[in-house]
């Protein structure tokens, strides 16, 4: 999976408590994105980093929050955990080459469930 | 399992024969494509990738083909085999360089 590790891989919680899905990349690559996968809608962008310290929302935001304190981590914050948040959630990374390409590598994936 | 499948749109090939893969983008602008797949209980895994100023680019087993004006992509898998089935996203990337948009993926399933 690209040098990407995600934790935990599976999760079990209940609704109202904070949860927070790590990203760990051995890449050094400059973007990381957080993307939440569901049945009939495919992979949804939740946030985005351009940068140390540099965020941005995606599609499906609300609800989430993120940060990356380092080029290698990422994570994403569930601040009070709700059933709608039960979902598989893939991180992925990217750089820009020289052609300006933006292929995301994936990593493989956390399940959560939010009872 | 995965459950991403649930409400996919199927195609189901025969081992052996070709299989294509279609894909109907949205944006206009979007200026390259990408092609993922995804086994069960894996994250998503590049393919093969286009720009807008190619019509059609092969790679091993693989091509994809572009066509504008009518905003349409498709895979083409030569040979299908058993290690083939898997759900396949096309992607676009739009006015933003850093931002890609998948679409709900097609399952490929492989029969014997």
């Known amino acids: 999976d690209a040098g990407i590790t995600q934790s935990p891989r599976h999760k079990v919680t209940e609704t109202g408590t904070p949860v927070t899905l790590r990203c760990h990349q051995t890449e050094n690559h400059r973007y990381m994105y957080w993307y939440r996968q569901d049945p009939g809608h495919g992979l949804r962008l939740i946030h985005y980093?351009?940068?140390?310290?540099?965020?941005d929302k995606g599609e499906v935001s609300d609800g989430y929050s993120v940060s990356r304190s380092k080029t290698e981590d990422f994570l994403l914050t569930l601040e009070s955990a709700t059933s709608s948040q039960t979902s598989v959630y893939f991180c992925?990374?990217?750089?820009?080459?020289?052609?300006?390409?933006?292929?995301?590598?994936f990593g493989a994936g956390t399940r959560l469930s939010v009872l | 399992g995965e459950s991403v499948g649930l409400h996919l749109p199927t195609l189901s090939v025969q081992e052996g024969d070709n299989s294509i893969i279609n894909c109907a983008y949205s944006n206009s602008a979007s200026d390259y494509f990408i092609w993922y797949k995804q086994e069960s209980g894996k994250g998503p895994q590049f393919i093969i990738d286009?720009?807008?100023?190619?019509d059609k680019r092969q790679g091993q087993r693989v091509t994809v083909l572009l066509n504008k004006t009518v905003k349409h992509l498709s895979l083409q898998i030569a040979a299908t085999q058993p290690g083939d089935s898997a759900v396949y996203f096309c992607?676009?990337?739009?006015?933003?360089?850093?931002?890609?948009?998948f679409g709900k993926g097609t399952r490929l399933h492989i029969l014997p």
């Open positions: 992607a676009e990337r739009g006015l933003r360089d850093d931002k890609i948009i």
């Open positions: 980093s351009y940068g140390v310290k540099d965020t």
């Open positions: 992925a990374i990217s750089e820009m080459t020289g052609l300006a390409k933006n292929i995301q590598y």
């Open positions: 286009i720009r807008s100023n190619m």
